[in-house]
C-alpha cells in the first residue's frame, strides 16, 4: 500500500510500475541513445569532476548530438548517426577528447539489454529525482558479485531516459557515476548548437560496434567469464614490441575486457591485478611460450579471476 501510495504521489504511472523491468530497461536502452534533448550532465571518477553540455537532435530516424566539456581542456565530440569524430583547439585536447569517447552517457546501456541476462540480476530500486525530475531506479547486480561491477540507472518513466547511473563495487563504493544536472526534451532550438566550434578533428568511427560471432579462425579462445562476447580482434604492432600482439576486445554489455596475446621472450614476469582510476585494471601472466595481458574495467578478483582462467590455443 505504501509503494502504491508512493507511485501516485510522485505522478508516475501505475502501468510503468507493473512493466517488465526488463522491458523497461531496453527502453532506456533505445532512450539513452536516440532521445532528442539539451542538457548539461556531469562525470564522476574518483576525486575528478567534470561537467558536459549535450545537444542531441533527432530527424528522419538519424541522431545527431554534440557534446562539449565545460571544464579542462576544451574539446567537442560530435555524433552523427553512427559516426563518431572528437574535435578540439589543439593536438593535445584532441587527445583527451578521444578518452571521453569511451562512455556517451546517457547511452551507458548496450542495445539489446536482454544480453545482460547471463550475468546480471535485474530489480527495482526506490524513486528519486534527479535534475527536477521524478525517475526510478534499475538496479543490475552481478550474479558473480566479487567479479563485476553493478550498476544503477535511473530512469525518467515519461521518456525512459536514463539521467543517472552510477557503477558501485560489491561494497556499494561508487566506482563511477554521470548525472544530468539540467535537461530539456526535444529537438534544440537551433541547429548551430549541433555544429562544430573548434578546427582540429579526429573520425573515430562507429559510437557503436556490432560484435563479432566467432573468434578469428587461427585462435582459440577458452575460460572467458560467462556473458562476454568478442566485439573486434585486430593485430597491432606496439611500441617496444618486436613482433605483433594480438588484440582481442570483449564485452558483456556493461564492462570491456581487452585481451592481448604476444609471444614470450626471456623471463617476462607475471603480474598481479592493479586497479586505476575508474574502476580500470591490469593484470598478467606468462603461460608457456605465451604472454597475457587483460586490461579492463573489472573488479580486481575479476581480473584475477580472468588472467588464471584464459587460455589462447593458437592453430
Known amino acids: ?17 507493473a512493466e517488465s523491468d526488463w522491458d523497461l530497461l531496453q527502453k532506456a536502452a533505445q532512450a539513452g541513445r536516440h532521445q532528442a534533448l539539451s542538457g548539461s550532465y556531469t562525470h564522476h571518477v574518483d576525486d575528478e569532476l567534470e561537467t558536459f553540455r549535450l545537444y542531441r537532435a533527432q530527424e528522419g530516424g538519424v541522431v ?3 557534446r562539449e566539456s565545460m571544464d579542462g581542456m576544451p574539446r567537442e ?3 552523427d548517426d553512427n559516426e563518431l569524430t572528437c574535435y578540439a583547439p589543439d593536438t593535445k585536447a584532441l587527445s583527451a577528447a578521444k578518452v571521453n569517447a569511451i562512455k556517451l552517457f546517457p547511452a551507458i546501456l548496450p542495445e539489446r539489454s536482454q544480453d545482460l541476462k547471463s550475468a546480471y540480476v535485474l530489480s527495482r530500486g526506490k524513486l528519486d529525482r534527479v535534475a527536477r525530475r521524478d525517475c526510478q531506479w534499475l538496479l543490475l547486480t552481478p550474479k558473480e558479485a566479487n567479479l563485476r561491477y553493478g550498476l544503477k540507472v535511473c530512469v525518467d ?11 558501485h563495487d560489491v561494497k556499494g563504493a561508487v566506482i563511477e557515476q554521470f548525472a544530468f544536472s539540467d535537461l530539456t526534451l526535444g529537438n534544440p532550438k537551433e541547429r548551430a548548437l549541433l555544429r562544430p566550434r573548434f ?13 563479432q560471432e566467432v573468434v578469428p579462425a587461427d585462435f582459440e579462445i577458452r575460460g572467458m567469464p560467462t556473458g562476454f562476447r568478442l566485439l573486434r580482434y585486430a593485430t597491432r604492432q606496439l611500441p617496444g614490441h618486436d613482433s605483433p600482439v594480438s588484440h582481442f576486445v570483449y564485452t ?3 564492462a570491456k575486457l581487452s585481451l592481448f596475446v604476444e609471444a614470450g621472450k626471456g623471463e617476462a614476469d607475471s603480474h598481479p591485478a592493479v586497479i586505476g582510476p575508474g574502476g580500470l585494471g591490469l593484470a598478467s601472466r606468462r603461460l608457456g611460450n ?5 586490461v579492463g574495467d573489472l573488479p580486481e578478483q575479476g581480473l584475477e579471476n580472468v588472467i588464471n582462467t584464459v587460455r589462447v590455443i593458437k592453430k
Open 157 to 167: 518513466p515519461a521518456s525512459a531516459l536514463p539521467l543517472k547511473t552510477v557503477t
Open 1 to 17: 500500500m505504501v509503494k502504491f501510495a508512493g507511485y501516485l504521489l510522485l505522478g508516475i504511472p501505475l502501468l510503468a510500475a
Open 77 to 79: 565530440l560530435v555524433r
Open 290 to 294: 605465451q604472454v597475457l595481458t587483460v
Open 252 to 254: 558483456d554489455g556493461l
Open 199 to 211: 578546427k582540429y578533428s579526429l573520425a573515430l568511427g562507429a559510437a557503436v560496434s556490432a560484435p
Open 64 to 66: 545527431r548530438e554534440r
